[in-house]
């Protein structure tokens, strides 16, 4: 009887014990020029057998991924090549697309990379100069539209000098130092050369060619 009993048992728990177990793996990505961009991986993700839960790191440009057992690293991967991204197995590798380089010559620094503050903003100005200050992230996609129309403009305007400030998040030092004027990405403060601040959001390429001619 005892004997029996045991039998059941351990019947029992086989019975109940899961076929598989479910794992999370990271993956980064590369190629992408946006958060929107792993946004749009981790729908796809999602729809793939054996994926339970997809998300995104914008900041590391990694995807954290709950599958089953029986899925491989290598149906991710190709998800993520299907969707036009680079992916790796593992953390540590993410980047976004580096930005394109300003013409030989151009006036432009990069005030801050790492979303440190800056200091008084009337000290990155240039005398005599439209000076731009372009507050961005790599993870944004609007900014690389203006960053872009700042790179023509260098090309015919030697009265334009560019201070490129990488937010990073919104909660940075340099977010902080801005204040509740920084609602959204991309950021413009314009002065001209007579001094006189304009600030705006949003990739308005009207909005910076008025600022760019105002007195």
Same mark, same amino acid.
């Given at each position: 009887?005892?004997?029996? !009993?045991?039998?059941f048992v351990l019947i029992g728990v086989v019975l109940a014990s899961p076929a598989s177990a479910d794992r999370v793996r990271v993956?980064?990505?590369?190629?992408?020029?946006?958060?929107?961009?792993?946004?749009?991986?981790?729908?796809?993700?999602?729809?793939?057998?054996?994926?339970?839960?997809?998300?995104?790191?914008?900041?590391? &440009?990694?995807?954290?991924?709950?599958?089953?057992?029986a899925t491989p690293d290598d149906a991710v991967l190709a998800t993520i090549a299907k969707a036009g991204y680079v992916g790796f197995?593992?953390?540590?590798?993410? /980047?976004?697309?580096?930005?394109?380089?300003?013409?030989?010559?151009?006036?432009?620094?990069?005030?801050?990379?790492?979303?440190?503050? &800056?200091?008084?903003?009337?000290?990155?100005?240039?005398?005599?100069?439209?000076?731009?200050?372009? &507050?961005?992230?790599?993870?944004?996609?609007?900014?690389?539209?203006?960053?872009?129309?700042?790179?023509?403009?260098?090309?015919?305007?030697?009265?334009?000098?560019?201070?490129?400030?990488?937010? &990073?998040?919104?909660?940075?030092?340099?977010?902080?130092?801005?204040?509740?004027?920084?609602? /959204?990405?991309?950021?413009?403060?314009? !002065?001209?050369?007579?001094?006189?601040?304009?600030?705006?959001?949003?990739?308005?390429?009207?909005?910076?060619?008025?600022?760019?001619?105002?007195?």
């Amino acid at each position: 009887m005892m004997k029996r !009993f045991g039998w059941f048992v351990l019947i029992g728990v086989v019975l109940a014990s899961p076929a598989s177990a479910d794992r999370v793996r990271v993956f980064s990505m590369q190629g992408a020029d946006c958060a929107e961009c792993g946004t749009k991986v981790v729908g796809e993700l999602k729809k793939m057998k054996g994926v339970r839960r997809a998300s995104f790191d914008k900041q590391r &440009v990694e995807l954290t991924v709950t599958v089953s057992d029986a899925t491989p690293d290598d149906a991710v991967l190709a998800t993520i090549a299907k969707a036009g991204y680079v992916g790796f197995s593992g953390p540590g590798k993410g /980047a976004y697309l580096p930005h394109p380089d300003y013409p030989k010559g151009a006036d432009v620094r990069i005030a801050t990379h790492d979303g440190s503050a &800056v200091g008084p903003l009337e000290q990155l100005r240039v005398a005599g100069k439209y000076t731009v200050l372009d &507050v961005y992230a790599d993870w944004c996609g609007p900014c690389r539209g203006v960053d872009a129309r700042l790179r023509e403009l260098t090309v015919t305007r030697t009265d334009l000098a560019v201070r490129k400030l990488n937010l &990073v998040d919104f909660d940075s030092p340099l977010a902080k130092q801005l204040g509740p004027r920084l609602r /959204a990405l991309p950021h413009l403060i314009v !002065f001209t050369p007579t001094g006189r601040r304009i600030e705006f959001e949003g990739a308005d390429l009207a909005k910076l060619n008025a600022a760019l001619a105002a007195k």
